[in-house]
């Protein structure tokens, strides 16, 4: 199950502060960065990294350091590439890649000077030798997969990073490019590493700390680090949000900014609810709830290194300034509606495994966790009754051996296709009414396992995945758009 977060004034971290720690607290006040985090669509050519290096450039005095995401679509293409290359077609691999080359190597030419740009060039031309060398060893299995997919999806951060660096340059910042790898210390888990917190801090501390001093911006990828021992991993699809948070966390920036496509977290994805709005405030356990049932917007990891630091995370709109977007912070309080937004996350499974042998016996839900732990997947919601379990789960890269480990158990069903659906707001759990309205709404739509008051502040639910968007859209209307319209009838009605 995912890790129970803390999300009250002083986590345990924070409590165990000792005396050199203390002295960095001291010294790193006096120089607080901003960390600022651009997305894949932030960056997708050359009008938007136009638009990024100025909005880098009005907060210059900020301390800004800034971390940014491949240029969109890239990482797809990488993996991509990895995939073609595994199936030994080596020239389909490079093809896939080629066009993105050609996508920076054009900003390049808008935005570059000779100079700058024939550096960016050659960097260029590294990139296209390290594809086909990793290729040809994904093609003849001399490492493990995931690692070398690892490997060349990191090509992505690493370019985009460096050209930004360059443009910044170009405007007349202080740009330095710095390679994530060396300074975020994580595990071997190819794919979805988790950073070794102390090292990573220490490192990041080291090395970016001087730059600061020294009147530099440093300019990171997102997403890639290493091993201890120097291997290339990444963070997870979505990760950049994440070193943001890590970076952010380990110098005590004073906000960590994601710059996003979006003016902020909204109350619903706005590519199924064209009403959604903006939500001004949000608390990092609603946040992190609604990170975590699917609002892609943020990835769920970032709250955790953010509350530990007490640090406030924003979420912005790279193509509309004007926007408020969201601030993300201890205690945001409850909004007259109690609902803040709605969450759903597509693709899920829902095992159930069914034993007699469950009824009044102790165990059978250790029996049941242990076969989760050992094959290191993370479950979402979880119902009992009294003679069987039922799990929903996202990652299926280890569903069968999960299956056959759990017949040892009971007897198994695993259903595809559904989707969670998940309305969050603080208060949610005190409010009455709430759920009767909700399920009300979509009555017609088979529910197939309810969640509520694991937390206070979400109630979680799952459905059939076809049904998903349509169900957003009805609640949505019945919280936001008729709740709207109650509120201005109540306001100017009487
Ligand atoms: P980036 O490339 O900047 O990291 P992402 O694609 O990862 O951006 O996240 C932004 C997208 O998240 C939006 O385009 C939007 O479709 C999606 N999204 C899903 N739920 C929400 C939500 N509640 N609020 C805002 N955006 C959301
Ligand atoms: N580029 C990576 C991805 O597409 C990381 C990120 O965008 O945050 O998943
Ligand atoms: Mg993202």
């Known amino acids: 199950m995912r890790p129970l977060c803390f999300f009250g004034r002083r986590s345990a971290f924070s409590n165990a502060i000792s005396p050199a720690f203390d002295l960095f607290n001291t010294f790193v006040m006096n120089l607080k960065p901003q960390l600022m985090k651009f997305g894949g669509t ?47 077609e080596l020239e389909a691999a490079r093809d896939v890649i080629e066009e993105h080359f050609l996508r920076h190597t054009t900003v390049a030419q808008d935005l570059l000077s000779t100079s700058e740009r024939a550096s960016f060039e050659s960097l260029v031309e590294d990139a296209r030798a390290n594809v086909a060398i990793i290729s040809r060893a994904i093609r003849e299995k001399r490492q493990p997969f995931a690692l070398l997919q690892d490997a060349l999806a990191s090509i992505g951060e690493t370019l985009s990073a460096s050209l930004l660096a360059a443009v910044l340059r170009e405007k007349g910042l202080p740009a330095r490019f710095v ?88 109350t619903a994805d706005p590519r199924i609810v064209r009403s959604a709005r903006t939500i001004p405030r949000l608390s990092y356990a609603e946040a992190s709830e609604l990170a ?74 250790r029996a049941i966790f242990d076969v989760f732990e050992r094959h290191k997947t993370i479950v979402d919601v979880v119902t009992t009754s009294e003679v069987s379990v039922s799990i929903s789960l996202e990652d299926t890269d280890a569903l069968d051996s999960i299956v056959r480990d759990l017949q040892e158990v009971g007897e198994v069903k695993v259903e595809r296709g559904r989707a969670i659906i998940c309305v969050v707001g603080e208060g949610l759990r005190n409010t009455s009414g709430i759920a009767g309205r909700l399920f009300n709404t979509i009555r017609d739509i088979n529910v197939l396992l309810i969640s509520q008051g694991a937390s206070s502040i979400n109630l979680t639910f799952v459905i059939e995945e ?16 008729q709740a709207a319209e109650e509120t201005l009838s109540h306001a100017g009605g009487h």
């Open 179 to 266: 390679d994530a790898r060396q300074f975020i210390v994580t595990d071997d888990a190819w794919g979805r590493a988790a950073p070794l917190m102390k090292e990573t801090e220490q490192k990041t501390r080291a090395l970016i700390q001087p730059l600061l001093e020294a009147s530099e911006l440093p300019v990171m990828g997102g997403f890639i680090a290493s091993t201890e021992s120097g291997e290339t991993t990444t963070l997870g699809r979505g990760g950049s949000d994440f070193t943001a948070a890590i970076v952010g966390a380990s110098l005590h920036a004073q906000e960590i900014q994601i710059w996003t496509d979006v003016p902020g977290v909204m």
């Open 42 to 88: 932030s960056v997708e050519d050359a009008d938007a990294i136009n638009r990024v290096s100025q909005i880098v450039y009005s907060r210059r005095d900020s301390l800004p350091i800034v971390v940014v995401s491949a240029m969109s679509k890239v990482t797809d293409a990488l993996l991509f590439c990895a995939q073609r290359s595994a199936e030994g």
């Open 292 to 365: 975590y049932f699917g609002a892609k917007v943020l990835h769920p990891k970032t709250i955790l290194p953010a509350v530990e630091r007490s640090i406030p995370v924003r979420i912005c709109d790279s193509r509309n300034l004007e926007a408020q977007g969201t601030v993300v912070y201890f205690d945001a309080g409850r909004t007259p509606r109690t609902v803040k937004a709605i969450a759903h996350k597509m693709g899920v499974h829902i095992l159930s495994v069914t034993s007699a042998r469950m009824l009044g016996a102790y165990g059978f839900l």
């Open 466 to 481: 076809e049904r998903a968007a349509e169900a957003v859209q009805r609640l949505h209307a019945a919280f936001f758009e």
